[in-house]
């Protein structure tokens, strides 16, 4: 069993119990989920056995919630963010054989993290930089003018970098 | 009396009482709309849409199940437009349905083809992508099937809202949801109590039990096997139901011929070993007021529900009576004073049992049952896979001549006879219990306040000046509320009766699935399943376990009293926490150290 952060799980306890006295309580469960996924990046099983307990929810029913939403991850994210963003103007210059090569380079499917953790592989819809079209945004940074060859390009800097480290 | 108000039907007008959704005004009216995800005992899921009705003024058509009727209002059940819509929207559902009909489970069975009848579906209109998950064989009992979903919800609802169980939800969302446990974790490892019900429920074949009838056919054609059978008390009640009869036809002589021209060499009653888990478990009530024991005692019958308390009330283990279930009795004994009997190894014994019931499954596979290193009951089919096989083997079940079950494990007291329905086992352990500790016998043995289908019932005995109260619940939802009130205070009750499905075994998930007029889990029928027991109870002269003659003589031969030694090491056994994966917000979890 993955160990939790001890004083990340009180603030998610006293989260909850903040919830518990307000009407309807069971309805702040997509609220109490948000709150976890941004304490510990991810909604782990051990994560939602502990709101089941603490919200009296069955894990079966957080375990519906939890999967219907895209937006709550299930496994642990990697290290770097990458958002291939597949709006009009990036489709129209070429983001699908951009994403098909990341694909390729990286061997995992949109919203999978590769085997050594160090990258999740997602998919946007406008990144707001048309003018750089195609664009790809890897945590905060910005990729722009992206051709298959570049984005392999950038991917190997990121894999020596964290080589380095 | 709420007030009355006038609804058109088709252009004819009625007078309905206010407060009804249409379906259930249309249903008093002689109108069946056609359904699918609406049951009457559960909530109102709206899903599958095709019950749609056209309500003149409204914008698009409304579901029926979940619209209320209002003073004016202007129906119409089957205008061409509303036809094709609906049988649009059924064609939808079998957009990506497996369509192998012939080779499923649920052939002649199966609601959704009854229903693509009824909707007069000829040609296939869409070809749907189909769906291709694995599946979930790990239990013992309950086999889930995702590609024959049609997501009407009625597993998750039954489990939830009657069992309490919580163990299913919708995951994922659009084509690719699926009805799974919390985790997609595999039904073994899940909180599912083998109950059935979602079985019993699912108008398909997305839940059903695991099959071993083809394991039985091969073994009753091995000669170097004996083969003996055991059929529990609800099975006669019901199985008549497979063969197109009414509910509450008692089938027991037909059934016992039957078994036998299957190929059994011997055919027992589960009855008998009813009778001795009264003498056993009555010992043990009385012993623990005696002795000042641990209080109430709580009965250990039902397979589904221990598998509930050992991971909901592991606090409450030690209410539970050692005994082993009437099923498990008979099959130690069948491997034991029986082979010997006999002067057949035991080995060389096929034990199997006919039970309502998919959880006794997983119960004839727990170690902790098994007498040296053996099984007591080698493979369990359910009411319905014996319904088949007899079917299968080409035998006229309904004009067979009856038999007689065998002894020494087959004659049994209308005691024995109760254990089939909620309040059974209460009212034959207290017939025998107020004898054993007065010394008196009990002349009014009909005892009506643990009888009928309120959910929980209480009674009280008074037996030589100490009043014993009781208590009866049936579905687990009812066991895990009054198990909660025991919780809170347990000097409520003396005696508890739990037995995990509606009804009690009448309603056991592994009974005949609904005929076409007629729905799972319908109190009427469970009633006239109960009512052939009652009156079979009342047409026994030997009406108390006590006074079972082959029970006194296997006491004599074999156990020596209730609760020896040897009785302790075939019919009685131990129960263990078990870490609950998912919790069930009715039941305290056992918390994880």
Redesign the interface.
């Known amino acids: 069993m993955a160990v939790l952060a001890q004083d990340k799980i009180q603030e998610l306890k006293d989260f909850i119990a903040g919830t518990q006295t307000l009407a309807y309580p069971d309805s702040h469960l997509i609220a109490v989920l948000h709150k976890a996924q941004g304490l510990f990046g991810y909604l782990s099983r051990e994560t939602m056995d502990l709101i089941a307990q603490e919200m009296r929810i069955p894990t079966a029913h957080i375990w519906g919630v939890a999967t219907f939403y895209h937006y709550f991850k299930l496994a642990p994210p990697g290290r770097h963010q990458i958002a291939m963003c597949l709006g009009t103007a990036c489709y129209v210059k070429g983001a699908s054989e951009v994403l098909e090569a990341l694909k390729k380079d990286l061997g995992v499917e949109v919203g999978q993290t590769t085997p050594d953790d160090l990258f999740t592989l997602q998919e946007a819809r406008c990144l707001g930089a048309c003018g750089l079209a195609p664009v790809c945004m890897i945590d905060d940074k910005i990729y722009g003018d992206l051709t298959a060859k570049k984005i392999t390009d950038i991917i190997a800097k990121y894999r020596k970098e964290a080589k380095a480290k | 009396m709420s007030k009355k108000i006038t609804i058109h039907i088709n252009g004819k007008p009625y007078s309905v009482e206010a407060g009804q959704t249409i379906m259930q005004a249309a249903d008093h009216l002689g109108f069946h709309i056609p359904r699918l995800c609406y049951h009457p005992k559960l909530s109102i899921e709206g899903a599958c849409r095709v019950c749609i009705v056209e309500v003149e003024g409204a914008k698009s058509y409304v579901a029926s199940c979940a619209f209320p009727v209002s003073d004016g209002m202007k129906i119409h059940t089957n205008t061409p437009d509303l036809r094709r819509a609906r049988r649009d929207i059924v064609e939808l559902i079998l957009d990506n349905h497996p369509m192998d009909c012939h080779i499923c489970d649920r052939n002649g069975t199966c609601e959704l083809q009854r229903l693509s009848y009824r909707m007069g579906i000829k040609n296939r209109h869409f070809e749907g992508e189909r769906k291709h998950y694995a599946e979930d064989l790990s239990s013992e009992a309950v086999i889930r099937n995702p590609n024959k979903c049609i997501l009407c919800g009625r597993c998750v609802r039954v489990c ?1 809202e009657i069992q309490q169980i ?8 659009g084509f690719k949801t699926v009805v ?5 974790m595999p039904m073994q490892e899940s909180v599912c109590s083998c109950c059935g019900q979602c079985i019993n429920v699912c108008p398909t074949a997305a839940f059903v039990e695991k099959n071993y009838t083809q394991e039985v056919f091969t073994r009753l054609n091995d000669p170097s096997l004996v083969k003996v059978a055991q059929f529990a008390p609800s099975v006669r009640a019901a199985i008549g139901e497979a063969f197109g009869l009414e509910p509450g036809h008692n089938m027991e002589g037909q059934l016992v011929a039957a078994l036998r021209k299957l190929g059994f060499d011997y055919v027992f009653d589960t009855q008998f070993a009813a009778d001795l888990t009264i003498m056993e478990e009555a010992s043990e009530f009385l012993e623990r007021v005696q002795s000042k024991g641990r209080l109430p005692l709580i009965t250990s019958c039902s397979s589904a529900w221990m598998k509930c308390l050992e991971q909901f009330y592991p606090d409450l283990i030690e209410n539970i009576s050692t005994c082993k279930s009437p099923m498990s009795m008979n099959g130690a004994l069948i491997k034991s004073y029986f082979a010997n009997k006999i002067g057949v190894d035991p080995d060389k014994v096929f034990s199997v049992a006919v039970m309502c019931c998919t959880a006794k499954k997983y119960e004839a596979a727990r170690p902790e049952l098994k007498v040296a290193g053996r099984q007591g009951v080698d493979d369990v089919v359910t009411t319905r896979e014996a319904a088949w096989m007899i079917k299968s083997a080409g035998i006229d079940f309904l004009n067979i001549e009856p038999e007689k079950p065998d002894a020494p494990l087959g004659l049994s007291s209308g005691a024995g006879v109760i254990f089939g329905t909620t309040g059974g086992v209460m009212e034959a352990a207290i017939r025998t219990a107020y004898e054993l500790y007065t010394g008196q016998t009990l002349v009014d043995i009909e005892i009506e306040a643990v009888r009928g289908l309120k959910g929980i019932k209480e009674g009280k005995i008074v037996m030589d000046g100490q009043e014993i109260r009781v208590a009866v619940a049936h579905g687990l939802g009812n066991a895990c509320q009054l198990l909660d009130a025991v919780r809170r205070d347990p000097k409520l009750y003396h005696f508890v009766e739990i037995m995990g499905c509606p009804g009690g075994c009448i309603g056991g998930g592994g009974q005949p699935y609904a005929g076409v007029n007629t729905i799972p889990l319908d109190d009427e029928a469970l009633q006239k399943r109960a009512k052939a027991l009652y009156d079979l109870d009342r047409s026994k002269t030997i009406r108390r376990s006590h006074d079972n003659p082959d029970v006194q003589k296997l006491y004599k031969e074999f156990l020596q009293r209730p609760l020896s030694a040897v009785s302790h090491k075939y019919l009685h056994t131990h129960y263990g926490a078990k870490e609950p ?5 009715r039941c305290e ?1 056992l918390h ?1 150290s």
Do not use: K, V
Request: aromatic share 4%; hydrophobic share 25%.
């Open positions: 939830s919580h163990n299913l939800s919708q995951a994922h969302r799974m446990p919390a985790y997609n994966q998912g919790i069930s917000p979890p994880r």
